[in-house]
């Protein structure tokens, strides 16, 4: 850990001299740039000292501990310095015109080198830097510079944990039947080509066991003529590895090694291999593979023989379809144990010398509870409750083991293989993803965050580095999409096109992560169990009582403060937070139940990111107008109708969000409301996403000044009026990078026009647009990038499916409370060929549904209604054979007969569509019939 805190200050230190160096002596320059050089050195240490640790179990001697932790203190207090010299310089950048900017820069460098300025206290950094060298030597610390190199050559000490994985009775394996005769059948069945099978999941998840059991399977074994098994791990040599490849494959038949292998390079290696592998039937297994550059260093040692098998363990997805470029390749995606055999697993574990493996019945509830806590992990079920069989069977126990859970992580050698196996994927990260998955050690227990969300908030920490030709938010996305890749990071929920929508961490992985946090000062959790924290602290997430909180809080040094406390908040706390946390530059408030910001949060000058998202503030200070570093401004849910005029001195702010819905209203016009925002705008070019404004506050004015926003990405507008169009349409035009584009009209009758709109921007995959259209705009046809489209309160003189059934990349199709003359919607053959969700709803008119064969092939989801007119069941319906959910709400009376459960042609759906589920409302009465139950029956 203290490598990436090194790291992040060296990045500040480069920062500080590229955009403050005209305010910065000679001398001084001189001295930053001595104490970046300095960290560098050190860095490259801290480098191989976190490697020896990784690999020998994080067993470094203490002296090696000690200067480690020196060091972070040291980066943290450069840190410090660094960050208050900037927070001297922003506040005397406050309202003052170019000329008095200048003199009081002078003055203020003058100061600034005074005994109180940046010269002393860079000396004393420089200081700093250079006693932490001399300690380093005077201990012969740099003896383990040495023994990293060392450790990169050979594989992981002869103690390495997943050892045990290897040697389980068959007897103490659960729910891999399934897994591993599909894994079976994929080695000894398929074509007669080279084949790779990749074994993918979280570390612990068994991927070792269930290779295992079948490469040892007599099945296997019969069936290839010579095999290996080779646990390959985070380091080895190649010319080592191919080595052990051929002596395994020469020992499985019992044959003496070739003359001279011990001494043979990696060429004469991979020759000898392809030379022993004609004409044979081979299969080998590699076991825990990290690296992507593995099979190239392997795949010609392997010839594409007939028969020939590669079975890859791994918890990296770009490693398991990597060898996807010269063979075959099938992947497994390995998934928890379902609870019935997670419980199966613990009962055997926990009761496995008494009772005959049965849980107690006073001790069901609280086991359960404990599998819960697994996640269907097989490693943790199995060490807890290998932990739980040598304990008292007593609530009382069982109790204090799951309270303490997070301490005993890091302290019972029962546990010691489950934290190392958790922490091995850790360690492999480059520093870069190391701060941004210790992260989640912020949120609370089971908790999703939004990946948008979370993005914005590694981008405010400054995790984020910017690559040449890509945004903040697109490297941030890269590096999220990396840590779900490497089994760190679980999707808990996607949207239509499959990519990540929320996330969070294995719980125990989790409990891991906050010892670590805790550890290297990058955040603590205030409880009710631990309610202080070290100086040094970073991060603050708040589980507390602010009232309870406010006693550990004093001047401080804390960059972020996250809140999850839904009791009562003091003025008194928030008056603390703005007036101790000068440094801050995360505050986050979701869900928090506070009513208004402190008077003086204005004076945060570094904040970069403040969230109020779904809180009661009603009004933002005008003192918001001095947060100049502010990116990310999250309103969304919270009661602020009208943004400040001072809003348009945050020339930095990449994300305006702001939009109220009341979820008790009926859906129509007024269900939502944007805010209302001063013209003059325009100078915050830096904006990437606006939405939702209120259109009508301003006028053609504030519609004009949207022209300006060329780096914008999501629009939206609310409140549109006809007369906007032409405008408007100039506006949108210009926004070449835009992805998401809302309009809603003022009111359902109003015209939105947006027929001028001849080149619009290329990239859009969202559209939603609300209020009357009499025809389909003819650019929306060429979206070639759309994926969502949503039209409602539209008039249409003709059927818009025409126009939209050959949009390439359309899943999502929403219509809603559409009028146009006919009545009849008629989705013809050969259209919508990626359509997975179709929502027609409040279609008074409808009165026919025709589909024919071949149309949105994979559509899966369909919902209808209300539509009074409808009164006979879709003709063609039966052709969706790819949809599992089918949903009619507030049909008439004549529908509802065709449709009752003892109705033939309800039956008669159901058996034509596999899995459908049909929902279907009454006035007030809605029913759901499950396929498998009362459908069939």
Same mark, same amino acid.
């Given at each position: 850990?203290?490598?990436?805190?090194?790291?992040?200050?060296?990045?500040?230190?480069?920062?500080?001299?590229?955009?403050?160096?005209?305010?910065?002596?000679?001398?001084?320059?001189?001295?930053?740039?001595?104490?970046?050089?300095?960290?560098?050195?050190?860095?490259?240490?801290?480098?191989?000292?976190?490697?020896?640790?990784?690999?020998?179990?994080?067993?470094?001697?203490?002296?090696?501990?000690?200067? #480690?932790?020196?060091?972070?203190?040291?980066?943290?207090?450069?840190?410090?310095?660094?960050?208050?010299?900037?927070?001297?310089?922003?506040?005397?950048?406050?309202?003052?015109?170019?000329?008095?900017?200048?003199?009081?820069?002078?003055?203020?460098?003058?100061?600034?080198?005074?005994?109180?300025?940046?010269?002393?206290?860079?000396?004393?950094?420089?200081?700093?830097?250079?006693?932490?060298?001399?300690?380093?030597?005077?201990?012969?610390?740099?003896?383990?510079?040495?023994?990293?190199?060392?450790?990169?050559?050979? &594989?992981?000490?002869?103690?390495?944990?997943?050892?045990?994985?290897?040697?389980?009775?068959?007897?103490?394996?659960?729910?891999? +039947?399934?897994?591993?005769?599909?894994?079976?059948?994929?080695?000894?069945?398929?074509?007669?080509?080279?084949?790779?099978?990749?074994?993918?999941?979280?570390? *612990?998840?068994?991927? &070792?066991?269930?290779?295992?059991?079948?490469?040892?399977?007599?099945?296997?074994?019969?069936?290839?003529?010579?095999?290996?098994?080779?646990?390959?791990?985070?380091?080895?040599?190649?010319?080592?590895?191919?080595?052990?490849?051929?002596?395994?494959?020469?020992?499985?038949?019992?044959?003496?090694?070739?003359?001279?292998?011990?001494?043979?390079?990696?060429?004469?290696?991979?020759?000898?291999?392809?030379?022993?592998?004609?004409?044979?039937?081979?299969?080998?297994?590699?076991?825990?593979?990290?690296?992507?550059?593995?099979?190239?260093?392997?795949?010609?040692?392997?010839?594409?023989?007939?028969?020939?098998?590669?079975?890859?363990?791994?918890?990296?997805? +770009?490693?398991?379809?990597?060898?996807?470029?010269?063979?075959?390749?099938?992947?497994?995606?390995?998934?928890?144990?379902?609870?019935?055999?997670?419980?199966?697993?613990?009962?055997?574990?926990?009761?496995?010398?008494?009772?005959?493996?049965?849980?107690?019945?006073?001790?069901?509830?609280?086991?359960?509870?404990? #599998?819960?806590?697994?996640?269907?992990?097989?490693?943790?079920?199995?060490?807890? *409750?290998?932990?739980?069989?040598?304990?008292?069977?007593?609530?009382?126990?069982?109790?204090?083991?799951?309270?303490?859970?997070?301490?005993?992580?890091?302290?019972?050698?029962?546990?010691?293989?489950?934290?190392?196996?958790?922490?091995?994927?850790?360690?492999?990260?480059?520093?870069?993803?190391?701060?941004?998955?210790?992260?989640?050690?912020?949120?609370?227990?089971?908790?999703?965050?939004?990946?948008?969300?979370?993005?914005?908030?590694?981008?405010?920490?400054?995790?984020?580095?910017?690559?040449?030709?890509?945004?903040?938010?697109?490297?941030?996305?890269?590096?999220?999409?990396?840590?779900?890749?490497?089994?760190?990071?679980?999707?808990?929920?996607?949207?239509?096109?499959?990519?990540?929508?929320?996330?969070?961490?294995?719980?125990?992985?989790?409990?891991?992560?906050?010892?670590?946090?805790?550890?290297?000062?990058?955040?603590?959790?205030?409880?009710?169990?631990?309610?202080?924290?070290?100086?040094?602290?970073?991060?603050?997430?708040?589980?507390?009582?602010?009232?309870?909180?406010?006693?550990?809080?004093?001047?401080?040094?804390?960059?972020?403060?996250?809140?999850?406390?839904?009791?009562?908040?003091?003025?008194?706390?928030?008056?603390?937070?703005?007036?101790?946390?000068?440094?801050?530059?995360?505050?986050?408030?979701?869900?928090?139940?506070?009513?208004?910001?402190?008077?003086? #949060?204005?004076?945060?000058?570094?904040?970069?990111?403040?969230?109020?998202?779904?809180?009661?503030? +009603?009004?933002?200070?005008?003192?918001?107008?001095?947060?100049?570093?502010?990116?990310?401004?999250?309103?969304?849910?919270?009661?602020?109708?009208?943004?400040?005029?001072?809003?348009?001195?945050?020339?930095?702010?990449?994300?305006?969000?702001?939009?109220?819905?009341?979820?008790?209203? +009926?859906?129509?016009?007024?269900?939502?409301?944007?805010?209302?925002?001063?013209?003059?705008?325009?100078?915050?070019?830096?904006?990437?996403?606006?939405?939702?404004?209120?259109?009508?506050?301003?006028?053609?004015?504030?519609?004009?000044?949207?022209?300006?926003?060329?780096?914008?990405?999501?629009?939206?507008?609310?409140?549109?009026?006809?007369?906007?169009?032409?405008?408007?349409?100039?506006?949108?035009?210009?926004?070449?990078?835009?992805?998401?584009?809302?309009?809603?009209?003022?009111?359902?009758?109003?015209?939105?026009?947006?027929?001028?709109?001849?080149?619009?921007?290329?990239?859009?995959?969202?559209?939603?647009?609300?209020?009357?259209?009499?025809?389909?705009?003819?650019?929306?046809?060429?979206?070639?990038?759309?994926?969502?489209?949503?039209?409602?309160?539209?008039?249409?003189?003709?059927?818009?499916?025409?126009?939209?059934?050959?949009?390439?990349?359309?899943?999502?199709?929403?219509?809603?409370?559409?009028?146009?003359?006919?009545?009849?919607?008629?989705?013809?053959?050969?259209?919508?060929?990626?359509?997975?969700?179709?929502?027609?709803?409040?279609?008074?008119?409808?009165?026919?549904?025709?589909?024919?064969?071949?149309?949105?092939?994979?559509?899966?989801?369909?919902?209808?209604?209300?539509?009074?007119?409808?009164?006979?069941?879709?003709?063609?319906?039966?052709?969706?054979?790819?949809?599992?959910?089918?949903?009619?709400?507030?049909?008439?009376?004549?529908?509802?007969?065709?449709?009752?459960?003892?109705?033939?042609?309800?039956?008669?759906?159901?058996?034509?569509?596999?899995?459908?589920?049909?929902?279907?409302?009454?006035?007030?009465?809605?029913?759901?019939?499950?396929?498998?139950?009362?459908?069939?029956?």
């Amino acid at each position: 850990m203290a490598e990436q805190i090194v790291c992040f200050v060296i990045d500040k230190l480069i920062q500080l001299l590229i955009t403050t160096e005209a305010n910065l002596s000679r001398d001084t320059r001189e001295g930053v740039r001595f104490i970046r050089d300095e960290l560098e050195s050190i860095r490259s240490f801290l480098k191989d000292a976190d490697a020896k640790a990784a690999a020998d179990g994080e067993t470094t001697n203490d002296t090696v501990k000690t200067w #480690v932790n020196q060091v972070r203190d040291a980066a943290f207090s450069i840190e410090d310095v660094i960050d208050e010299y900037l927070l001297r310089i922003t506040l005397h950048h406050q309202d003052i015109g170019f000329i008095r900017f200048f003199h009081k820069t002078i003055r203020l460098v003058k100061k600034m080198r005074s005994q109180d300025g940046i010269v002393s206290k860079v000396d004393r950094m420089k200081e700093l830097v250079r006693d932490i060298q001399e300690r380093r030597k005077r201990y012969e610390l740099s003896s383990i510079d040495q023994q990293g190199r060392d450790n990169a050559e050979k &594989t992981l000490p002869w103690h390495d944990p997943r050892v045990a994985s290897l040697f389980i009775e068959e007897a103490e394996v659960v729910g891999i +039947e399934s897994a591993r005769k599909e894994l079976t059948d994929l080695l000894v069945g398929g074509a007669p080509r080279r084949k790779v099978i990749s074994v993918v999941g979280m570390g *612990g998840l068994g991927k &070792t066991t269930i290779a295992r059991k079948v490469y040892d399977s007599l099945t296997v074994m019969d069936h290839f003529k010579c095999y290996a098994w080779i646990t390959v791990s985070q380091s080895y040599r190649v010319e080592d590895l191919l080595r052990t490849v051929v002596k395994l494959f020469y020992n499985s038949r019992k044959e003496n090694f070739p003359e001279g292998i011990d001494t043979m390079d990696e060429e004469s290696l991979i020759r000898k291999s392809r030379e022993y592998l004609q004409q044979k039937r081979y299969v080998v297994v590699f076991d825990d593979v990290w690296r992507v550059e593995f099979w190239e260093a392997i795949e010609h040692a392997l010839p594409d023989n007939e028969g020939g098998r590669i079975m890859i363990t791994t918890r990296i997805q +770009e490693v398991a379809h990597f060898c996807k470029k010269s063979c075959f390749v099938h992947v497994h995606h390995l998934q928890p144990l379902p609870p019935n055999k997670a419980w199966e697993l613990f009962c055997r574990k926990a009761f496995q010398f008494e009772l005959e493996g049965n849980c107690p019945p006073e001790l069901k509830d609280m086991s359960l509870d404990i #599998v819960r806590k697994c996640e269907g992990l097989p490693l943790a079920i199995v060490c807890i *409750g290998g932990l739980l069989s040598t304990k008292v069977k007593v609530v009382s126990e069982w109790q204090k083991l799951y309270n303490s859970l997070s301490s005993e992580l890091g302290s019972n050698p029962h546990l010691t293989i489950l934290t190392r196996i958790l922490s091995l994927s850790y360690h492999h990260l480059p520093y870069c993803l190391k701060s941004c998955v210790l992260y989640f050690g912020i949120f609370p227990e089971d908790y999703s965050i939004n990946c948008v969300r979370l993005i914005r908030l590694w981008i405010a920490e400054g995790f984020v580095k910017l690559k040449k030709g890509k945004t903040l938010e697109e490297v941030g996305e890269e590096y999220l999409t990396e840590l779900i890749h490497r089994s760190l990071v679980q999707v808990s929920k996607v949207y239509i096109d499959g990519k990540a929508q929320s996330c969070r961490v294995h719980d125990l992985l989790r409990e891991v992560l906050l010892k670590r946090c805790v550890d290297s000062s990058f955040c603590h959790v205030l409880s009710e169990d631990d309610s202080t924290f070290k100086p040094t602290i970073r991060r603050l997430s708040i589980d507390i009582s602010p009232s309870d909180a406010l006693g550990g809080i004093t001047q401080s040094h804390i960059r972020s403060v996250f809140t999850f406390n839904q009791g009562e908040w003091p003025e008194s706390f928030l008056n603390t937070l703005s007036g101790n946390f000068k440094l801050l530059k995360v505050l986050d408030f979701t869900d928090a139940p506070i009513k208004q910001l402190p008077k003086y #949060v204005g004076d945060l000058y570094l904040l970069t990111y403040l969230s109020l998202r779904n809180t009661k503030v +009603e009004l933002l200070p005008d003192s918001i107008g001095n947060l100049q570093n502010l990116e990310t401004l999250d309103l969304k849910q919270s009661l602020v109708y009208e943004i400040p005029a001072k809003i348009n001195k945050l020339v930095k702010l990449r994300h305006l969000l702001a939009y109220y819905r009341d979820y008790n209203m +009926e859906f129509c016009m007024n269900t939502e409301r944007g805010v209302r925002i001063h013209e003059g705008i325009g100078c915050l070019q830096a904006l990437q996403k606006l939405y939702q404004v209120e259109a009508n506050h301003r006028g053609i004015k504030l519609i004009k000044e949207l022209g300006k926003f060329r780096q914008m990405r999501k629009l939206g507008l609310k409140n549109l009026k006809s007369k906007d169009g032409r405008d408007l349409c100039a506006s949108i035009e210009k926004m070449n990078h835009l992805e998401s584009l809302d309009l809603s009209a003022i009111s359902e009758d109003e015209v939105l026009d947006l027929e001028s709109i001849s080149t619009p921007p290329e990239f859009i995959r969202s559209l939603y647009l609300r209020g009357r259209l009499e025809q389909l705009p003819s650019w929306i046809s060429n979206l070639q990038h759309l994926v969502k489209l949503v039209i409602f309160w539209s008039r249409f003189r003709d059927s818009p499916l025409k126009a939209l059934q050959n949009l390439p990349n359309l899943l999502d199709l929403r219509l809603g409370q559409m009028g146009y003359d006919g009545g009849q919607l008629h989705f013809e053959e050969g259209g919508f060929q990626k359509l997975r969700y179709l929502g027609l709803r409040d279609m008074e008119g409808l009165n026919s549904l025709i589909i024919d064969k071949g149309v949105m092939p994979v559509l899966q989801e369909f919902h209808i209604g209300p539509s009074p007119q409808l009164k006979e069941v879709p003709s063609g319906i039966h052709h969706l054979q790819n949809l599992r959910y089918l949903g009619f709400y507030g049909m008439p009376k004549e529908f509802a007969r065709h449709m009752h459960p003892n109705n033939g042609l309800h039956y008669w759906i159901v058996k034509h569509i596999q899995d459908v589920r049909f929902g279907y409302k009454f006035g007030p009465r809605y029913d759901v019939y499950e396929r498998h139950s009362q459908c069939e029956s």
